[in-house]
């Protein structure tokens, strides 16, 4: 017998909300939505090892790790499921069909978190309504809460129309860890998740300056491509006062390599550098210190020419200071944008799905949703990624960021659609 879901997806959404987890941390989240898509009567579950992100994963930050995973074990989470997720990556494929000799159509949800303290502001939803993020300096400012509790409705839906696959097709619902800091996609395509995609879709809950909850952008162009960068400098401590000039200084070096790549507009990509840390003591020449950077801009090409003119300025910089200097990358994506039929083929169902459709926009940030559909599109396949009015005014980000019930039920009909217009087209082929 089929076991009941255990919560709506608005319910499931407000859970979400309230226990926030940064990237590669999603630990109570992933083993929450394996328990719910274990309900489901079709889907193949798969995660942890057998998705082979491990040391595929860019930027994973072991403290905040150890906290999450702490946190995730006492809320109730099995000991060893969380342990083999810090090990492995976090995240869950959900698979329905087979879609290995026609092809897969590929839904992305992306499900972490963000370091900003959500409003505490009485009207605020989350507040008013009892659901505000219990963990301080984090929340879901971003609705990826939203994206994960829709993903589990169409997954839901999808469950039941298995029967109408045709032969060779198949759907892949991929929850995706990582997104802030463009961290995860990548892994998913190294790890071949991507292999065989006829079709990409996914969406981003927006703002859109206020329009109805569930107005549906059919597509987006101008997805950002990026480069994050860690610039780690070791100098060498010595007595401030008695033998400074022993010392090699590293919060020096990071000063002069903030100086001289702030702000740098090389043919259209630009660098920002926008955390800077360093030293031990007020009386220690500084041994260490980081500078946290990126690169943005619309072609990859021309972030990876910025790339080596960066790394190049970091190592004139701290040699000069006598400082050896390493430049880590802790997030990329190759940017990129929807495509013409994706973009038709979503458009045709959102109507269907009888929600109201505004233009074509560029995007005008970074989302690493943009490797999966480029890894689709370079196969063959189409893609789209859409925008979906939350019914609120925060933008993305915001303290106050929220969405209506009613945009989620619109984002699990407009997916879900999708699917349905993908499974009538090669019917009629
Ligand atoms: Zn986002």
């Known amino acids: 017998m089929r076991a009941l879901a255990t919560t709506s997806v608005d319910r499931f959404r ?7 987890e940064p990237g590669w941390a999603e630990f109570r989240t992933t083993a929450r939505l394996i328990e719910e898509l274990a309900l489901l009567q079709h889907a193949r579950v798969v995660y942890g090892g057998a998705l082979g992100l491990g040391e ?10 150890r906290e999450f995973a702490r946190r995730a074990v006492e809320a109730g989470c099995p000991t060893d499921l969380i342990a083999e997720l810090a090990d492995a990556g976090t995240g869950v494929v959900c698979e329905f069909g087979d879609g290995s000799r026609g092809g897969w159509l590929v839904l992305r949800f992306d499900i972490d978190a963000l370091a900003v303290r959500e409003s505490d502001d009485p009207v605020h939803a989350p507040v008013a309504q009892g659901f505000a993020s219990g963990i301080d300096g984090y929340s879901h400012a971003c609705g990826h809460d939203g994206h994960a509790a829709i993903g589990l409705g169409v997954a839901r839906r999808v469950d039941r129309l298995v029967g109408q696959l045709p032969l ?10 990582a997104e802030e800091g ?7 395509v190294d790890a071949g998740w991507l292999r065989g995609a006829g079709w990409f879709f996914g969406l981003h809950l927006d ?17 950002l491509a990026t480069e994050k960068l860690d610039v780690v400098l070791t100098g060498r401590a010595s007595h401030a006062a008695e033998s400074p000039e022993l010392g ?23 660098v920002s550098c926008n955390a800077l840390a360093g030293g031990e003591a007020r009386n220690v020449i500084a041994a260490h210190a980081e500078l946290k950077c990126e690169i943005r801009a619309v072609e990859w090409a021309a972030v990876v020419r910025a790339r080596e003119r960066f790394t190049r300025i970091v190592e004139e910089e701290s040699a000069r200071r ?3 200097a390493r430049v880590d990358t802790v997030g990329r994506s190759i940017g990129g944008g929807s495509d013409g039929p994706g973009t038709s083929l979503m458009r045709e169902s959102a109507e269907r799905a009888g929600l ?27 893609g789209s990624y859409g925008l979906l009015a939350t019914g609120g005014l925060a933008d993305a980000h915001s303290a106050r960021f929220d969405c209506s019930p009613a945009a989620l039920e619109s984002g699990v009909a407009l997916m879900t659609e999708c699917v349905r217009t993908v499974i009538r087209e090669m019917r009629q082929e």
């Open 182 to 188: 463009t961290r995860g996609a990548a892994a998913l």
């Open 56 to 65: 595929r994963r860019l930027g994973v930050e072991p403290q905040q790790q």
């Open 207 to 223: 703002a859109l300056e206020g329009l109805p909850a569930g107005t549906v952008v059919p597509g987006t162009r101008r997805i």
């Open 168 to 177: 060779g097709l198949g759907v892949r619902i991929v929850f995706q860890p």
């Open 322 to 324: 006598g400082v050896i």
């Open 356 to 382: 109201p459709v505004v233009d074509v926009r560029d995007f005008g940030a970074s989302d690493d949703a943009a490797d999966l559909m480029a890894a689709t599109q370079r196969g063959g396949g189409i």
């Open 248 to 270: 090699r200084d590293a919060l020096a070096a990071a000063v002069d390599v903030y100086a001289a790549l702030r702000g740098c507009d090389w043919d259209g990509a630009t």
């Open 14 to 20: 407000r859970e979400l909300h309230a226990h926030p």
